[in-house]
């Protein structure tokens, strides 16, 4: 008896897509902080709270954008 593959047909893990993010502290004026990469918006602030040194006060008034290409 032949034994079968329970692979499917495409073996190939899916690569998520990592989508550019502009982060804006919101002050009197916005303060332009930079550029984070990540797949959604909840995992672009906790990037750019992580890149950025920024406390929870602070995370509380990002401002993030998709960047548009």
């Known amino acids: 008896m032949k034994r079968v593959s329970k692979k499917s047909g495409n073996s190939r893990s899916k690569a998520i897509e990592l989508r550019e993010?502009?982060?804006v502290l919101i002050r009197n004026r916005g303060q332009f902080l930079g550029?984070?990469?990540a797949p959604s918006v909840e995992a672009a602030e906790l990037a750019a709270a992580k890149e950025f040194n920024?406390?929870?006060?602070?995370?509380?008034?990002?401002?993030l954008r998709e960047r548009l290409q």
Do not use: A, F, I, M
């Open 21 to 23: 993010w502009r982060v």
């Open 35 to 37: 550029y984070v990469e």
């Open 54 to 63: 920024l406390d929870p006060s602070h995370r509380k008034r990002l401002l």
